[in-house]
């Protein structure tokens, strides 16, 4: 049971370039979400998804796009990377909406030159 | 505006002592609070949950408190360890909807021999 995984781990990116960073949890979990950490700054909400076949902007939305790509995988795409897009990225899952404790995969720290 | 702020930014303690983190929000309708520990380079961790209904909750080492009332929020981490060394990070759930969560930036402790 390896819970919320991410990949890459690294990735360096020339400013327009295009990437999707990758999710998968192994939970059977309905729900899913992408965030964003900054230093000096709490995790903030890009896109969720709360089932299957359901996505939602979050408070940071701008410049990226999301795909529930089935239950397990929620996969976060940059299509135009910017330098303000340098950051960690946390994907996240929990059993439903609501209250329901998320989890969270180990990161991929992007970096935007 | 929902808000979470987390005191001190950093903290520094030798092995074998206590200490008390602080959390103050500003969150409405409030849901539940908890507080996740993030090692360096890994994903945060829950480590409590509660509710406006309860005032303590302990997990091993770390007793949280809160006090609904004046809407703050405190972690004491008992007889610490070097593997305490983390980030400490006080979130809110606003209540209703897609679990949305606000996070604080978190505490830096670092626990030396």
């Known amino acids: 049971n390896a819970g919320v995984t991410q990949t890459p781990k690294f990735q360096v990116l020339k400013t327009g370039q295009s990437m999707t960073l990758q999710c998968a949890q192994d939970m059977n979990h309905n729900s899913m979400y992408w965030y964003r950490q900054d230093p000096g700054m709490g995790l903030r909400l890009i896109y969720y998804?709360?089932?299957?076949?359901?996505?939602d902007k979050g408070e940071v939305p701008n410049g990226y796009n999301v795909s529930r790509l089935n239950k397990r995988e929620f996969s976060l795409r940059l299509e135009s990377a910017a330098p303000s897009q340098t950051s960690v990225y946390f994907c996240a899952s929990s059993k439903q909406t609501g209250r329901d404790t998320q989890y969270f995969g180990p990161g991929t720290r992007l970096t935007v030159l | 505006k929902n808000q979470v702020e987390q005191s001190p930014q950093s903290l520094i303690i030798l092995e074998g002592k206590n200490c008390t983190l602080q959390c103050n929000y500003t969150v409405s309708p409030f849901s539940n609070l908890r507080w996740y520990k993030q090692d360096t380079g890994r994903g945060p961790v829950s480590l409590t949950i509660m509710t406006f209904s309860e005032n303590t909750k302990s997990n091993g080492r770390y007793t949280a408190t809160l006090d609904a009332d004046t809407k703050q929020s405190s972690l004491h981490i008992t007889a610490s360890q070097l593997s305490d060394s983390a980030s400490y990070i006080c979130?809110?759930?606003?209540?209703?909807?897609?679990?949305?969560?606000?996070f604080g930036a978190g505490t830096r402790l670092a626990v030396h021999p």
């Open positions: 979130v809110v759930n606003v209540a209703g909807g897609y679990n949305k969560l606000i």
């Open positions: 998804s709360a089932s299957e076949g359901t996505t």
